[in-house]
């Protein structure tokens, strides 16, 4: 072994070695998964008392991953609050996080709407500046409960909410891992 290959870290390697087992767009599906936590393939045919320990061995790594992450992104947030800058750029890579005034304000547009149009009234507004600090819109939102209610009376009248309907496609099913005796 090189000097270099010793010091090349995971996060350099990784897309290499998952390279080997995610084939690319359009290549037949693999029947092997790069694992993380062996840095080994897997083969989807294994025993599914193995796939399911798998499962629940990345779901630890997530969450050990998420805290990393957390813990982390605390500790920069602080050093850029206190360096006032909240734009780190180093060799190869680039942080960012919001200043602290970023975005800490929400308003109720109509209520914001109600309580300038006063000053428009008398001048001290511009029509065009309350226009562009506030947006009037209409929504309508579908209550399904309510569709099925008027569909269920058949005829014409179902059929028209049959057709403004479109199918709903189906999430992503997931299959989850608790371990015995956990709560």
């Known amino acids: 072994m090189t000097e270099e290959t ?7 390697r990784l897309p290499s070695l998952m390279a080997s087992y995610y084939p690319g767009e359009g290549a037949p599906p693999t029947t092997t998964v ?6 080994h393939a897997v083969t989807l045919s294994d025993a599914t008392d193995e796939l399911v320990a798998m499962l629940d061995g990345l779901a630890v790594l997530r969450s050990l991953v998420q805290e990393a992450e957390g813990a982390i992104g605390a500790v920069l947030v602080e050093r850029m609050d206190r360096a006032k800058k909240w734009t780190w ?6 942080a960012t996080a919001p200043s602290p005034r970023a975005d800490s304000r929400e308003y109720d547009g109509h209520e914001v ?38 569909a269920a009376g058949g005829g ?10 479109t199918p ?5 099913r997931r299959v989850t891992v608790k371990r015995k005796g956990a709560g």
């Open 89 to 94: 750029t180093g060799p190869g890579l680039k």
């Open 34 to 39: 790069f694992n993380p936590l062996s840095g």
């Open 156 to 165: 014409p009248v179902a059929a028209a909410v049959d057709r403004l309907g």
């Open 113 to 150: 709407w109600r309580a300038l149009l006063p000053f428009v009234k008398s001048g001290e507004l511009e029509f065009e500046a309350l226009k562009a600090a506030v947006e009037r819109s209409v929504t309508y939102k579908a209550k399904v409960q309510g569709l099925k209610a008027i």
């Open 168 to 172: 709903k496609e189906q999430g992503a």
């Open 6 to 12: 010793e010091t090349t870290t995971i996060a350099e």
